[in-house]
């Protein structure tokens, strides 16, 4: 069945009747079982794998919104700060809704796939010597300046897009996890989730996870030069920081961080032991699990259900794939060769 995400929830966004739907079939992404997983922490675990949205990222749920409603107001452009996935989502559908699109993105710390998914798709690309946070600032300052509409996660419609994430999880589990495992970065994802599920009148435990070398919330203090792997959640002073610990704080739950090693050992767990390709960055919500446990930092009962957000596809950053496998094996074509490299012990 065809139901772009903004059909699926309508009288729960704020869409109006002649507003413009601006739609690649968004949502309504799958609910895995994670066996393996679930047998190293203890807890039943299921992965939301928001990298099966049309643009490979969770983003594409905020911008059908973010993009319908610039589009409802007459705005002919869009303009975002991305560490990649905001950029790919953005430019796609400003491309979808006839509307040029700008992306300024961290020079040398965006991954591959999404520079050329941003290309493709006809954005303007532009490479700051800089980080997302001095991004960050410099589009707020254009988008105040010039007649082009914002649509980073500071957007509301952003939030109110992406909070249907948390209405997907209820419904198919008919009822919230006991505890939801999200990686964080400019915190736009974990207030939307909040956001969702309290709508529903429901409160899992939030369990955060920060790159140790951008986690301005578990050191309670601005990163200046935050440095991380997990090149989308590379963010030193996240705009909805302050929500996103209030978040933390009502549910119960509780915000860490892992280091650039556990995000890694937990990226090459799930491809190789669940048969799931995310990107490194959404790997931090299951790498919180192995390092820090299930306990909650409040009284809360210990979860029983978790479901991690893996954000974002892993095809999208081929390089630290590459970088963090055993390499191929060259081969001619004569044939005790090949044997030899199928069965034989790996060339050390
Ligand atoms: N995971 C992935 C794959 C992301 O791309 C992002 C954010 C996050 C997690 C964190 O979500 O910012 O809402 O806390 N990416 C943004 C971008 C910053 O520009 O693509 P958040």
């Avoid at 990298?51 to 975002?80: E, H, W, Y």
């Avoid at 008919?174 to 974990?190: E, Q, R, S, Y």
Wanted: charged share 20%; proline share 7%.
């Amino acid at each position: 069945m065809i139901r772009p995400l903004i059909e699926r929830y309508r009288e729960y966004l704020p869409i109006e009747p002649g507003d413009p739907v601006v739609s690649i079939n968004e949502g309504s992404t799958p609910l895995i079982e994670a066996p393996a997983v679930s047998e190293r922490v203890g807890a039943r675990v299921l992965l939301k794998f928001e990298g099966l949205n049309p643009t490979g990222s969770f983003k594409d749920r905020g911008m059908t919104m973010a993009v319908s409603k610039a589009k409802a107001r007459g705005a002919q452009a869009v303009i975002c700060a991305s560490t990649g996935n905001t950029a790919a989502s953005a430019a796609a559908y400003a491309a979808r809704a006839g509307m040029r699109g700008a992306v300024i993105v961290p020079q040398g710390n965006i991954a591959v796939g999404k520079l050329a998914q941003s290309l493709i798709y006809g954005a303007r690309v532009i490479s700051l010597d800089g980080n997302f946070d001095d991004a960050l600032v410099i589009v707020r300052h254009l988008a105040d300046n010039f007649p082009i509409e914002l649509v980073n996660s500071v957007n509301p419609y952003r939030i109110e897009g992406q909070k249907t994430g948390a209405f997907e999880l209820i419904e198919e589990l008919d009822g919230p996890p006991d505890a939801l495992a999200i990686p964080v970065g400019n915190a736009g994802n974990v207030t939307a989730y909040w956001k969702g599920f309290t709508e529903w009148d429901t409160s899992p435990l939030l369990y955060g996870a920060q790159a140790a070398g951008a986690a301005p919330l578990v050191i309670g203090e601005p990163v200046e030069r935050p440095e991380t792997i997990a090149s989308a959640i590379r963010i030193g002073k996240p705009a909805r920081g302050d929500e996103a610990l209030t978040a933390f704080d009502e549910s119960g739950g509780r915000v860490r961080s892992v280091t650039d090693e556990e995000i890694l050992e937990a990226y090459a767990f799930l491809a190789s032991r669940e048969g799931v390709f995310c990107e490194p960055s959404s790997a931090a919500s299951v790498a919180g699990l192995f390092v820090h446990g299930i306990e909650p930092d409040s009284d809360a009962p210990t979860p029983e259900t978790i479901v991690c957000v893996l954000t974002g596809n892993g095809l999208k950053d081929p390089d630290t794939a590459l970088a963090a496998s055993e390499g191929v094996i060259e081969c001619s074509t004569d044939l005790s060769e090949v044997e030899e490299a199928v069965f034989g012990d790996r060339p050390a």
